[in-house]
């Protein structure tokens, strides 16, 4: 089935691609497409770049990148925490709704079964070239724990779409501290087998927590955690042994995804490409290259926040370089939102001086209240995007049908179950974007922009380690984003209407889950993952 489909999308035409994977005879004839780039940042708040009004930190190349496209004020991740916001982005299926989907540790099975579309796979079936750069942690192999560490590791990103892939399995504080290029870990010694474990130490690796005086670089905070296996003089989450010349230095990992990400755009820039780059700044432990050190003022945070403005940077010439900076679409945004002290003592709370990473929302990463999930986010390509701001409601579940869109495709059977096509918000065509979104903390929240209503959840109402306010509340919550957008006063009782209104959205959408892409009734039943390359 091949058909052509005309956008309204200025001059440039797109035509359908077709479900088939004949990326060759799709790229000869598909030049005009544009590149897309996903850059998603790690727990960077919305306060946290100049161009969404801060006057403490400045990010020349996000406002550059700001100034060209479109920035937007009411954008969300779909969860407040990294592995159940990637999954919504890569799958366009609502975290919430499997119970799998938490933070993953460091040696979890691969989150997103390999039978599972993603906008990759769309991508890919459109003749694109495609590739994973950067933090991942949406786990890896079939099951906890089963990696082969020192052999191929499968299934990988290779089977959820992507062409090419140079990660990090989990998270900077979770080990293996290593990169994983094409699913095998870069530059190990063969002589020295790499081994994990999230449930016992192994004997004679000394631990954070016996061996302070090993910590030469960071020290976690008190009662964190990150005090278990040793590498450069950090502490981590799990354990490890082996593998010492793979270990990657914290110092060089801005470097090290940017590099990728820049050679991936060089050796892709004749043909079109789908590019996915998830920078490690500014998740824990922060410990920037030395050019930025002190730069901020605001200790390894702000310095962090420094580096992932220059990788915006790096990017954005690569792409002038190779002549394809007009051509090429760029969604900059965050997984979550802004955490000052998230388990290292990196002085982040002591020099945050008058900085607001959550800008003027309430809460920050792992939270109900908006900083949680209402990230930075900017569309910029300048062949097609007018510059400007957009107060439309938006969300990151539907970059894939939207990106479908832009390619012509409408997704089907199953993929992308909870991903709506917005793809006019996206491009600024439309002001309004979303009814409704919902987003994940300790609870399920419903904004329809002005109305926002939190369902009661019985967690902690705050998280002491993170000074983070968790928006939890064995009450029903109910603000008004338009008059309070600090969420300080909760008119539950004045409205019990419009709480009832917003509970019977989120009622129904619990109630009728999308099915096809939940790992219990997977599309393809005789799956088998892709070979090494
Ligand atoms: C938490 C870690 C935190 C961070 C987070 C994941 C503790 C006490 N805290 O469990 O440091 O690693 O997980 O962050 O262990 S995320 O942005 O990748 O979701
Ligand atoms: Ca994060």
């Known amino acids: 089935m091949k058909s052509t489909i005309v956008l309204g999308i200025g001059a440039t035409l797109l035509a359908s691609c077709s479900g088939n994977k004949q990326k ?55 969860a407040a925490t990294s592995t159940p916001s990637r999954y919504s982005l890569f799958t366009g299926h609502y975290a919430w709704r499997r119970n799998d989907t938490g933070i993953a540790a460091g040696n979890a099975g691969m989150v997103i079964r390999p039978e599972q579309p993603t906008v990759a796979d769309m991508f890919r079936e459109c003749g694109y070239t495609t590739g994973a750069i950067g933090k991942w942690h949406l786990g890896l192999s079939d099951r906890t724990g089963g990696q082969d560490w020192n052999g191929f590791i499968t299934p990988g990103p290779s089977d959820l779409g992507f062409d090419y892939s140079y990660i990090m399995a989990a998270t900077g504080d979770r080990v293996p501290c290593v990169w994983v290029e094409n699913q095998r870990i870069v530059n190990l010694d063969p002589n020295d087998p790499i081994e994990v474990s999230y449930e016992k130490p192994f004997p004679g690796e000394p631990l954070g927590k016996d061996h302070p005086e090993l910590l030469t670089k960071l020290k976690p905070s008190p009662n964190h955690g990150h005090n278990q296996a040793i590498v450069n003089g950090i502490s981590r989450i799990g354990y490890m042994k082996g593998g010492k010349q793979a270990l990657w230095e914290d110092e060089n990992i801005a470097d090290s995804i940017t590099v990728k990400a820049v050679r991936f755009i060089e050796k892709n820039k004749e043909t079109p490409f789908f590019l996915y780059v998830g920078t490690n700044d500014a998740h824990v432990p922060r410990w920037p290259h030395p050019r930025f050190v002190g730069k901020s003022g605001m200790g390894p945070r702000g310095d962090a926040l420094l580096q992932f403005d220059w990788t915006v940077g790096e990017i954005m010439a690569a792409l002038e370089k190779a002549g394809i900076a007009e051509n090429t679409l760029i969604v900059l945004s965050s997984d979550n939102g802004p955490v000052v002290d998230d388990g290292y003592a990196d002085q982040a709370v002591e020099l945050l001086g008058d900085h607001k990473p959550w800008g003027a929302f309430r809460g920050g990463k792992y939270s109900s209240f908006e900083a949680g999930t209402r990230v930075p986010f900017i569309v910029s390509w300048p062949a097609e995007v007018k510059p400007g701001v957009s107060d439309a409601l938006v969300s990151q579940v539907d970059l894939y049908a939207s990106m479908a869109g832009l390619m012509g495709k409408t997704l089907e059977n199953g993929a992308g179950p909870d991903s709506r096509n917005q793809l006019e918000a996206f491009l600024g065509k439309d002001n309004k974007g979303r009814d409704y979104i919902i987003e994940q903390a300790g609870s399920l929240s419903v904004s329809d922009g002005e109305w926002k209503y939190i369902a009661p959840s019985k967690g902690a109402a705050y998280n002491k380690l993170t000074n983070t306010e968790l928006g939890n509340n064995k009450e029903a919550q109910l603000y008004n984003l338009k008059q309070d957008i600090g969420e300080k006063k909760n008119l539950a009782a004045e409205h019990p209407e419009i709480v009832a209104k917003l509970k019977a959205i989120l009622e129904k959408e619990k109630a009728n889950p999308p099915t096809a892409a939940n790992p219990s009734s997977p599309t393809s039943a005789d799956y088998t993952p892709r070979k090494p390359p």
């Open 24 to 78: 060759t005879e799709e790229k000869v004839t598909q030049q005009q497409k544009p590149n897309v780039i996903f850059l998603i940042a790690d727990d960077i708040g919305y306060g946290d770049l100049s161009c969404n009004g801060s006057k403490t930190i400045h990010t020349p190349n996000v406002d550059k990148l700001a100034a060209q496209g479109l920035r937007f004020t009411d954008a969300h991740s779909v």
